[in-house]
Every structure is written in C-alpha cells, then in structure tokens.
C-alpha cells in the first residue's frame, strides 16, 4: 500500500485530473498538502508545466500482507509462523496515511514479528498449533491499536500456517506412524483372539454336542436291547445287566472302528462271550475300589 505521484489528464498541466474510484487522490501545491479530491474529474488549480500543482495517492482497497516470523516454541522447536494481515486506509484519515509512514509494510511487519515474538516462545508446539486463534487475536490487537495513530485500520490479522523444521516434521510423521502401526497390531491381536476364543467355543459346543449323540446313541441301543430281550416276558433288567449291555455294546464299536482303519495297529482284546463279563465285573471293581481309596 505504497503512495505514489500521479499527473493530472491535461499534457503539461496538472490543472485538471481524473480520480479513480479505488485511490484517494491528495493536491500539494508547491509541496504542501492542501486538500483531497473525490472521485471523478477535478479541476485542482492553476498550474504551469506541473511546477505548481502536484498529486499524491493511495489506494482505497483493502490490501493484504504476508509477515513471515522465525521464532522458537517454549519446547525449543524452531517454526515459522505465516500471518496474513488485510489492512486499508481509513477515509477519515488519509492525510496521516499518507504523510506519516514512509514504508507502510515494513511497519507491520515489525509489529507482527513482536506479537509473535513473545507469544509463541510461552507455548509448546502443539499449543501453538491449537492456538493459532489467540496469536491471531494478539497480533489484530496490538495492529489495530498502533496503527490507528496513521490512518489505517486492521480488517484481520489470520496465522495462516505454522511451519516446524523439517527434521521435527519427520519426527512427529514418524511418531504418528508407529502410533498407528502399534494400534494396527493390536487390533490384530485382538481379531487373532476373537478367532481363537471362538473356535475353542465352537469345539467345546461341538464336543458337547457330540456327547449328547453319543449319549442318545447308546441310550437308544440298550433301550432296543433291553426291550429285545425282555420282549413277552415280565422280567426286568437290573442294573448290573444294563451296565453289561452298554459295555458288550461298546465292545463291538470298538472292534468295528479298529477294523474300519487301514493302518490300525494290532490289538489284543478278549473275544469270548464270557470275557465281556469279565470285564464288566474289572471295571466295576475299578469303580468301587476307587470310589472306596477317596
């Protein structure tokens, strides 16, 4: 937002000049201020060869500049910090505008870099990052209130980007990498668990159920084989005799299954009739015996 000289419409002359409706023209006559001229053609004075008459403007637009600030975070993290700050002349006081400051930006620019200068160095990064509003707010502050003395007024001041060094940006990228890598890992630990968890359920179900067949099978066959034999009689099986049922039952399950493996090894059994009953009578023995040693 640099003044400038202008020349007026006229070769020659400066008697007569066009304003432009964005710029604030102002008439110096032999180089002093004398007044401000509104938009549109003007007739200023008389004037030869622009000896006499001379103009000055400023643009009316709302002008935006960019304040680059290296600085240091309270956790020694050297960032630099982007500021955007939209300014424009006040229209009540473009004399000071124009005559006061003789470099507008390099103004701001000191005044930027003090805000945030002493802001972020009492902040570690990540609160400079979540703060970004309140450096925002000190920078629109301290700019409203100094520059108001020369005729600008602040629109906004925006921290637009926050800059670590390189070196910390890898750092952080490669802390938030293993974060996920070491979260990803124990989801999968999980799901390894869930499978396992599972599957044993699903055995312990089958082999429950597999029980419960098994037991219905044989429930089934001594119910056939007790009704077989006592079938037009008045006679009932005691316990003992069941007890022998489901053991001559279970006898030739057992030699059909080592008969159905083609790699069955060879298995000494007692294979009399009379055998079945010596081992029902051993395993009751068994039975007793133990249920006597508790």
Known sequence: MAQQAERGCLPCTNCCVTVPQDKYFAVEKFGKYDSMLQPGLSFAGCDCCGCCITFRSITSRVDQLIVNVNTKTKDNVFVTSRVAVQQSVKPENTVDAMYKLSDVHAQIDSYVSDVVRSQVPAMTLDEAFEKKDDISNAVQQKLTAEMAHYGFQIHKALVTELVPNNEVVQSMNEINKQKRLRDAAIMAAEAEKVKVVKAAEASADAAQLQGEGIARQRR?????????????TQENLGTEKISELLLIT?????????????RAQTVFLPHSASAVSDVASQIRNGVMQAGAGR
């Open 250 to 262: 279970q006898y030739f399950e057992t030699l059909r299954d080592i008969a159905a493996q083609s």
């Open 220 to 232: 089934a066959i001594i119910d056939g084989l007790r009704d077989s034999i006592t079938h037009g």
